[in-house]
Structure formats: structure tokens, C-alpha cells
């Protein structure tokens, strides 16, 4: 049976600075990802088509995958999902209803799968709707995370354990950013949500330790064991539920899905780092030091 | 012990019982616990459970658009100008622009304002400030702006929910969606219909009119609008066979029978018109190719001819024909007529022109968003999300057994997690949400928050060695459950401004409200149960 334990790590071995250093050399080699991209391509991460504009087709055809693009004007990108004969095409042209028409084309176009729809699904978004749809989504994402703050200082009224929440979850959100620019999945609906659930899911081992150090009484360290016993366990467990999801979405060709479980996955990994070694050495130089200044 | 103080023991677990047998009633005894048909009357339910599927999960097509025009704000007040003013700007507008009587609008608002609108795409703005300056209207005030104003909007979408209806596809619906910077759309929903096929109802302004054409003094023919769709026409009925070709029966308002009759008979329609109507309308478009005179009554949608008819007169026994009652002067005491159409399409789409009235604006199909699905694809991702749902939940069982080995802790953990789902689609059925992907991504979110905080519980719970009394018990669950309300406080505010209709996202909306849902249920009802069900395991009694 598989079985696993949280193993305790000697915090006393190492000074608060240098367990400040991995998270934050992170957290920079992320911002300069990410402003590294905005100043050559004009964005921080890809954007999807949700926000870029563009048109997706499913289609369900006995044509082999590479003479799949001949059929189509302008050369899509084609993903072959668990399906037979079955590929996700995507365009940068917006005229959904002219690419219908190039796939069912008797001539030129795809050939039947029996007699399924060649098309099986079409999602297409006017690049002006696209664009409309950036502002909502940051302003959510800014809403969500100062709202988030708001409730970390309301909880623990002291401003290093809060900003410690903030910072981490700060640094939660930047990482999975810069793993799209460098993977090149593009941001779209999905991974919005998956960034919004982040800001969620994130603080709770946050919460957990500031609580367990700050609120109960005993030693720094037996309380940090504890609440890391419970937190890694609780990220764990969301972290494979997450993979679990993000991959057999990914082979099902739902890439809402797909695009949430990998996002989660890869924010709950830095949360990992973030809360046990950025999170916890502002407590303890807060508990240690930062108490009587 | 006594039943009453069992219950006041196990009240949290009593209640989670009562929570999933409601759900498991809802969801799965046909008819259980339903809200009015009115939200989704449409989906017709074959499935093994009452829950409804939306768009994504069911097939079907939704259309995002804007509408396509340019507004004036404040032309004047409504206290400086009567009517025939408005009409008079209205005409100027048209006549500058070269506009028909459709394309434009210029009417009082709700705040006592004056605005004018332009129905093309083909006009720009400079063009419009110089129409209304030939209308002498003082545009220091004006704004022109892109877009039409709310009253057309709203009168928009009760067409294009007039026009889905009638077209037999329930279900559908229309709505309005405003962006945070202020542009709005029109939202058309309608389940198993495909993209072209809505987008062609759509496109269609569907603006009818019965068009005399008739030869001239000097031997010309010429054409004149005698009948306009939404004003003349009081009642339509479905259409009918009649010989060879479709026909919708009609009737004509009142206070236009009069006119119209009289314009007949003054065109010589009645008289030497009858039956001089041979202009060839084959496959939907009119031929005016002819020779010699022709008296033929067209039907024209969107400046489309799409059928030609000459008048008739008493051809079949017992039955007065249109010609002879018109002559009579009969007619317009009865004023009920036939529109001719070529095949039952035309005649279908005459019909639901003709009731749902036309569309004030064109749809700027430019700048939308579509998404269609394929029924039989959809049916894959329901089945393909269920199947993540499970796999989902027997991940995290695994990974919680591994954790503690125990399966007094492990196994509740399971079954609360699951009810807390079970629990979550029942509500789904109560309200008949239609279910999208975005639900099924909330859903597993639900399941993951729910784990991590009965972690916490089961943790805190069994900290420090054996729990042995029950003031112990609940000293520790009450401080587990300060994490957890604070972890659910950061989820639900991280998900509020999704779930907020100001800021609507599409899809996300679902996903939202669901998780927000899902943590209310755990911190309310599943995860007090789970620390009773771990007290009663753990302490003797």
C-alpha cells in the first residue's frame, strides 16, 4: 500500500536568509521572464484566443493529421485528441463560418468519418471581443487577490505574518505566469480561473501555518512540523488531484480542463516553496526578532 | 440514551443525511424536487437523473454580438421639440445618407432626451454630424457614439426571442451583456441548432414588405410599397400549401385595408392586373425578366423579392377572389389576404418575419463570439467529465489512505467529500442550472478545498496523542475550524468578483458561483458532520 509521511526538516540548520534566498531568486528570475516578454513580444504570457481572437475547430476526419492544413486558407495549428480521427485545429482568422466551409468542402475539404459532422465543434472570438475580454479578467484577478489580502490582515492584525500571506501568494501567481510564457500555453478563460482558484487554494497553507505558529502556544518549531504535516499533505493531495485532471483532460481534448489542472498544478508546487521557506522565515524573524522592535 | 439527546448529538450528521437524501430525490426520481419549467423548460430530459445540461455538455450554438450603429446622444430635449420635429430630422437624416425609412430612428429616451440613430455600417460619424447639421439641430451638445441605445437593445433582443420561438426552437434564449467598459452585446442561446443556421437567422433583419409592380403610363414598369410588415399586418398565421408553391395567410391592420385597397384599384391591380402576373420566381429570387406588362404583387424581405403573385379573381366556385372583393370594395371589411413564398423555407422564415416583427438594427456579426458544439460531441465531454470527476475523487481517496493509513480517518473523509458533491447536484437539479465544463472544473475544485479542509480537521482532531473526552474533542475541532473558515473566507473572495454579474467572463461565471457554492456547503453542513462522525469513531463511549 502506498504510504507517506511528511519528513521533518531541520529549519535550525539554515539561516532565515538563506531560506529567503531560493523563493525570492525565483520569484526574480519569474518578474524578469515575464517583463522580458512584455518588452519583446508586447505581453507578459501568450495570449489565447479567448483574449487574442481567433477561431478553434474540432473536426472528425479519416484525412491524415499533416494533410489536414492543405484543406484551410491559412495553416492552422492541429491537435490530435484521444479520439480517432479526431484534431482540434486552431486559426488566427475570425471568420468561423469560411472555415466551416473550406473543412466540408467536397473537393478540397476534409473527408468523412463515416457519416459524423465533420465539424463537431467551432468556437470563434472577433479579436475586438477578445480584447474586450482582457480588462475583465485582470480586474478580476487584482479584485480577487486584494480582496485575498484584505482578509490575511483582517485574520492575523499584524502586519509581518499578513504581508508574508501576500508576498507568497504574490509569488504563487507570478510563477505559474512565467511556466506559460516558457511552455508557451497561452492564457485563455480557463487559465484565468485556474489563477483565480490559486489565490484560493494557495493561502490556505498560509493560513494554516501563521495560525499554528501565532495562535497555539508551544515551540517554533514543533508547531511549524505540525502545520506543515497537515498543509504539504493537503497541497499534495490537491496537487495529484490536479495532475490526475489536467492530464486525462488534456488526452479528452477538454482544454478547459486541462488548462486549470496544469495552472493549479504548477501554483501549488510554488506554494509548496513559497509557504515553507519564503512564508516561514518572515515568522520566525517576526517571532524571534521582529516581536520586540 | 434517549432519542432526543441523540439527535441533539448528532444533529450535524442528521442534517448531512437529510442535506444528500434531499439531493439524491432531486437527482434521481423523475420530477422530485423541481423549481418552475421556466428556466429551462426546453431540455427535453432522457437522461437517468433530473440535472439539465447546458451548451457545452448538451450541443447546441451561442452567439455573442454587438449590434451594428451609430448614436447620437442629446440631439435636444424633449421639451423644445413635438413630433413633427422628430419626424422632420428623421427625414433629413434619411434623405442626407441616403438611408431607408428603417436605418434610421429618432425618439425621446427615457431621461427626457433626444437621440437619433443610424441603422448601417456604412455611415461614419463626420457623416452623421453633417446629416444632422442639415437638420439644423444644434450639435454643440451632441455626442456621436458607437452602438444603439438601450430601448433599441431591449427591443432587439424581445425580436430575437419572438423570432427563436417561433422558428420552434425552445429553449432559446436572448439577453443582453454588458462589458466593465461599457459595450454591450446581445446574447442568442439556442440548443441543438448549428452555427450557420443561427447566424442566418439572425442576419436577417427581416424586414417584409408587399411591393406593387405595375406598368406606367409610358409603358415602364415601376415599383411602389403598398404594405410594410410590422406596421400594416395585424395577424399571421403558419404557413400553407396552395398548389404548387407555399402561401402565409395574413391580415392587414385597419387603418391600412382602407388605403391599400383603394391603391389596388387605383393601380388597375382588380381590374386589368388580374392574373397578369407571369414573372418566373424559381429557386427564392424573382426574374424580372418579361415582356409585356406585368401586375404582380411582390414579396420582398430584406429588398429581397422572394415572390411574385398576380391578384385572383373568382376562380374557384364558392370562394370570392381578392380582385373581385377589392373591386367590390368588400374587402377591407374582412382584410385578410395570402402572402405568396416560393418553397416552405422562404415561407417559414416569411412567417416568423412577419410575427416577431424585424430587427430595429443589423447584428455586427464583425465583432463576435461564437461557440457551437456538435450534440454527439457534447455527449462525449459529459461522459469524458464524469469520468475526470471519478478518477478525480479516487485519486485523492488514494492519496488520503496513503496519508494516514486508517481508515476510520481515511474512509469518512471519502464519503464527505463524495456527499459533498452529491449534495452540490442535487441543488444543481432543484434550480436546474444547466451544467457546463466550467461546473465540472468547479465541481472538482469543490472536491479538492473540501480534502484539504477535512485534513485540517482530522489533523487538529488528533494532534497530541489519543482524543479521549469530548471537551477535548471539541476544543481541538473548534480550532481546526477557525483555518477552515478563514481558507473558505480567501476562496470565496478570490471567486466573488467571477461569480459577480458585472463582471461577466462567459463560462467562468458557472465555475464560480459552483465553487463558491461547494465551499458553503463544506463549511456549513459536510465538514461539522465529518468532526461529529470522527468524535463518535475516535472518543469511547
Not at chain 1, 504510504?3 to 532565515?16: A, G, H, K, L, M
Not at chain 1, 504574490?170 to 487559465?191: E, Q
Not at chain 1, 504539504?232 to 481534448?253: N, P, Q
Request: net charge negative; charged share 20%.
Amino acid at each position: 500500500m502506498a504510504y507517506f509521511d511528511v519528513p521533518e526538516i531541520e529549519y535550525n540548520r539554515y539561516s532565515n536568509r538563506q531560506l529567503v534566498a531560493v523563493p525570492l531568486a525565483v520569484l526574480a528570475v519569474a518578474l524578469l521572464v515575464l517583463s522580458g516578454s512584455f518588452l519583446v513580444y508586447g505581453t507578459p504570457v501568450p495570449l489565447g484566443m479567448d483574449f487574442a481572437g481567433g477561431t478553434e475547430l474540432t473536426v472528425q476526419t479519416t484525412t491524415p493529421a499533416d494533410e489536414i492544413p492543405s484543406a484551410f486558407d491559412e495553416e492552422p495549428g492541429v491537435t490530435a485528441t484521444s479520439s480517432e480521427n479526431q484534431y482540434i485545429l486552431q486559426f488566427t482568422s475570425t471568420d468561423s463560418e469560411a472555415l466551416r466551409e473550406q473543412a466540408t468542402d467536397g473537393n478540397t475539404g476534409l473527408e468523412q468519418d463515416g457519416d459524423t459532422e465533420i465539424v463537431q465543434a467551432v468556437s470563434s472570438t472577433s479579436a475586438s471581443f477578445g480584447q474586450q475580454s482582457q480588462q475583465p479578467a485582470l480586474l478580476a484577478i487584482a479584485v480577487a487577490f486584494v480582496g485575498m489580502s484584505a482578509i490575511a490582515f483582517l485574520l492575523f492584525r499584524t502586519f509581518v505574518p499578513s504581508i508574508a500571506i501576500v508576498i507568497s501568494a504574490f509569488s504563487d501567481l507570478v510563477i505559474p505566469l512565467a511556466f506559460m510564457r516558457v511552455t508557451g500555453i497561452p492564457l485563455s478563460l480557463g487559465t484565468v480561473a485556474g489563477l483565480l482558484m490559486l489565490i484560493g487554494y494557495s493561502v490556505d497553507s498560509d493560513i494554516l501555518l501563521n495560525n499554528h505558529v501565532l495562535r497555539r502556544s508551544g515551540d517554533f518549531y514543533e508547531s511549524t512540523y505540525r502545520a506543515m504535516r497537515t498543509g504539504v499533505t493537503m497541497t499534495v493531495t490537491s496537487m495529484v488531484a490536479m495532475l490526475v485532471m489536467g492530464i486525462a483532460a488534456f488526452l479528452f481534448g477538454i482544454d478547459l480542463l486541462a488548462s486549470i489542472g496544469t495552472i493549479l498544478f504548477v501554483g501549488l508546487a510554488a506554494d509548496l516553496m513559497n509557504t515553507y521557506m519564503l512564508n516561514l522565515s518572515l515568522l520566525r524573524w517576526y517571532k524571534f526578532e521582529g516581536v520586540r522592535s | 440514551m434517549n432519542p432526543i439527546s441523540a439527535v441533539k448529538s448528532h444533529w450535524r450528521v442528521l442534517m448531512l443525511v437529510v442535506f444528500v437524501s434531499f439531493a439524491v430525490v432531486a437527482l434521481f426520481i423523475p420530477g422530485g424536487i423541481v423549481a418552475d419549467d421556466s428556466y429551462a423548460a426546453s431540455t427535453v430530459d432522457s437522461g437517468p437523473t433530473n440535472l439539465e445540461f447546458g451548451l457545452g455538455l448538451e450541443g447546441g450554438t451561442r452567439i455573442r454580438v454587438p449590434v451594428d450603429g451609430l448614436t447620437a446622444e442629446n440631439v435636444a430635449s424633449s421639451n423644445d421639440v413635438d413630433q413633427a420635429r422628430l419626424d422632420e430630422i428623421e427625414s433629413t437624416i434619411q434623405s442626407e445618407l441616403d438611408l431607408e425609412a428603417a436605418d434610421t430612428s429618432v425618439g425621446v429616451q427615457d431621461d427626457g432626451t433626444v437621440t437619433a440613430e443610424v441603422f448601417s455600417g456604412n455611415v461614419t460619424e463626420d457623416e452623421f454630424a453633417a446629416a444632422l447639421e442639415a437638420a439644423d439641430v444644434d450639435t454643440s451638445g451632441t455626442t456621436i457614439r458607437e452602438g444603439v441605445t438601450q430601448n433599441t437593445r431591449d427591443d432587439m433582443i424581445q425580436t430575437i426571442q419572438t423570432k427563436i420561438n417561433a422558428a420552434g426552437l425552445s429553449g432559446g434564449t436572448a439577453y443582453e451583456q454588458t462589458t466593465p467598459d461599457g459595450n454591450h452585446y446581445i446574447v442568442v442561446e439556442v440548443p441543438n441548432m448549428g452555427a450557420e443556421e443561427l447566424r442566418q437567422l439572425l442576419s436577417e433583419r427581416g424586414v417584409v414588405e408587399v411591393v406593387a409592380y405595375y406598368p406606367t403610363a409610358d409603358g415602364n414598369q415601376t415599383n411602389e410599397t403598398v404594405l410594410t410588415g410590422e406596421e400594416d399586418i395585424a395577424k399571421v398565421d403558419p404557413p400553407e400549401q396552395q398548389g404548387g408553391s407555399y402561401v402565409v395567410p395574413v391580415q392587414v391592420r385597419d387603418s391600412a385595408a382602407d388605403t391599400f385597397q383603394q391603391r389596388m384599384n387605383d393601380l388597375n391591380f382588380t381590374t386589368d392586373g388580374v392574373g397578369m402576373c407571369s414573372l418566373d420566381s424559381e429557386g427564392g429570387t424573382v426574374d424580372f425578366d418579361h415582356e409585356g406588362e406585368q401586375y404582380c404583387l411582390l414579396t420582398v424581405v430584406d429588398d429581397e423579392p422572394i415572390a411574385a403573385h398576380s391578384m385572383g379573381d373568382d376562380t374557384r366556385p364558392g370562394q370570392t377572389g381578392l380582385a373581385t372583393s377589392m373591386r367590390n370594395e368588400e374587402w377591407a371589411n374582412d382584410p385578410s389576404f395570402w402572402m405568396g413564398a416560393q418553397n416552405q423555407q422562404d415561407a417559414q422564415s416569411l412567417s416568423i418575419n412577419l410575427r416577431a416583427g424585424s430587427l430595429r438594427a443589423p447584428l455586427d456579426f464583425e465583432n463576435d463570439q461564437i461557440y457551437s458544439i456538435e450534440a454527439a460531441h457534447a455527449d462525449d465531454f459529459k461522459q469524458y467529465s464524469l469520468l475526470i470527476g471519478l478518477l478525480s475523487v479516487v485519486t485523492v481517496s488514494g492519496v488520503v489512505y496513503g496519508r494516514y493509513t486508517d481508515a476510520r480517518v481515511a474512509l469518512p473523509m471519502i464519503v464527505t467529500a463524495i456527499a459533498e458533491v452529491v449534495i452540490l447536484l442535487g441543488f444543481a437539479a432543484v434550480i436546474r442550472m444547466p451544467l457546463d465544463l466550467s461546473h465540472v472544473a468547479g465541481f472538482i475544485a469543490v472536491v479538492g478545498t473540501g480534502v484539504d479542509d477535512l485534513v485540517i480537521i482530522a489533523d487538529e482532531v488528533m494532534a497530541e496523542g489519543d482524543v479521549n473526552s469530548r471537551r477535548v474533542f471539541q476544543s481541538r475541532f473548534r480550532k481546526a475550524f477557525w483555518v477552515v473558515g478563514a481558507a473558505a473566507a480567501t476562496t470565496i473572495v478570490a471567486m466573488a468578483p467571477l461569480a459577480s454579474p458585472w463582471l461577466s467572463l462567459g463560462d467562468l461565471q458557472g465555475f464560480a458561483i459552483f465553487t463558491i457554492l461547494g465551499v458553503l456547503v463544506g463549511v456549513l453542513v459536510t465538514r461539522p458532520a465529518y468532526g461529529d462522525i470522527l468524535r463518535a469513531l475516535l472518543t469511547d463511549r
